[in-house]
């Protein structure tokens, strides 16, 4: 195969920063995706419907006059521990909130901000179940007990499993799943529980962070996980079930902040997102599964239209830049200086 063909995919989980970080890194998602997910753990974190709307009315305002057309944010909440529930009607009546961001306190960039305690949202949670606004899921524990590889399995059974028990209707999207053990509950789970599925979750396991020394654009949260995970991961990716689709978790830090005593989470990918998911795809000899996980699930589970346009891939090798301008310092992004063989037109 030379030539792939699909509906213009979207991004269910994507991070763009603010001011001139936003400016820098949104035209690699924009001419990709024709929406996308926008994460809200700004500083200060978007925690009201007014905040999400400025918001909103930034990122389009930075949108390339070309891609004006082409490109929609999908705005959501950041859930805290005093998020009321007459803000979760406000964001489902202004038709441009499509969730609400769970990170508990602690668990990655900018969630101090976290939820403490669950028993303190459960009114919200009731509010967004009865406004059939999602809950957008970071899995992962923060008990400083308890090993980092083990955090996401852990989150399941203290927290996803009884929250799922106890507010039925809930639609919940666990994001970036790194285990088979989401991947197993996710399956086992209603159909009101989907899940993302990062490209660097599928094409890297945990060696990839420590060959031939320390690689910290290859650490992000959740952490890489072994190999049998990853496979799990591609067997979900490709498997057909609609449950399972595609979500970036792009995540841009500079090189200074990356590369440091204590490093942040995150790696970048949007520079060539679609390329990287048809990468691995193709190593799964499942590129014809791609389209359905990248533009088709995610809208229904959404509960939006599909998209009416397409993008084509060509098989062509290239070498993904060593790094990229970001609002005056640099970006690293993955795969920095190593060739593609997929690229968009």
Not at 26 to 38: D, E, M, N, S, V
Not at 214 to 237: G, N, S, T, Y
Request: proline share 6%; net charge negative; glycine share 4%.
């Amino acid at each position: 195969m030379t030539s792939i063909t699909i509906t213009r995919p979207d991004d269910w989980h994507l991070h763009l920063r603010d001011s001139e970080q936003l400016r820098a890194v949104l035209p690699y998602t924009a001419r990709q995706f024709a929406r996308a997910i926008i994460m809200p753990n700004l500083k200060p974190p978007v925690v009201t419907t007014d905040m999400a709307l400025a918001y909103r009315a930034r990122i389009l305002a930075v949108l390339p006059t070309a891609l004006q057309s082409n490109f929609e944010p999908l705005m959501t909440l950041y859930l805290t521990d005093n998020t009321p529930p007459a803000e979760i009607v406000r964001a489902k009546e202004s038709g441009v909130i499509h969730g609400v961001k769970l990170y508990p306190a602690g668990a990655t960039t900018n969630s101090d901000a976290g939820v403490t305690d669950m028993a303190k949202c459960y009114a919200t949670l009731e509010a967004m179940e009865q406004n059939n606004l999602p809950l957008l899921v970071h899995g992962e524990v923060t008990d400083s007990d308890v090993d980092v590889f083990d955090k996401e399995k852990v989150f399941i059974d203290r927290i996803l499993m009884p929250l799922t028990q106890r507010f039925p209707s809930l639609r919940i999207v666990f994001e970036h799943v790194t285990t088979r053990d989401a991947v197993a509950f996710v399956e086992q789970a209603s159909s009101n529980v989907a899940a993302t599925i990062t490209a660097h979750h599928l094409l890297l396991n945990r060696n990839a962070i420590f060959q031939e020394g320390i690689r910290p654009h290859h650490f992000c949260l959740p952490v890489l996980k072994r190999e049998i995970h990853r496979q799990a991961l591609l067997e979900a990716a490709i498997s057909g079930n609609p449950k399972f689709f595609l979500g970036t978790d792009s995540a841009p830090h500079s090189q200074a902040n990356k590369e440091n005593a204590c490093g942040c989470a995150g790696i970048f990918t949007a520079h060539a997102a679609i390329e990287l998911y048809a990468t691995a795809f193709e190593q799964a000899d499942a590129l014809d599964k791609l389209e359905a996980f990248a533009s088709f699930y995610g809208a229904d589970f959404y509960q939006l239209p599909h998209n009416k346009d397409f993008i084509t891939l060509n098989k062509e090798n290239w070498v993904v830049p060593e790094q990229l301008e970001f609002a005056g310092e640099r970006l690293i992004p993955l795969y920095a200086r190593e060739s593609l063989a997929w690229k968009m037109t």
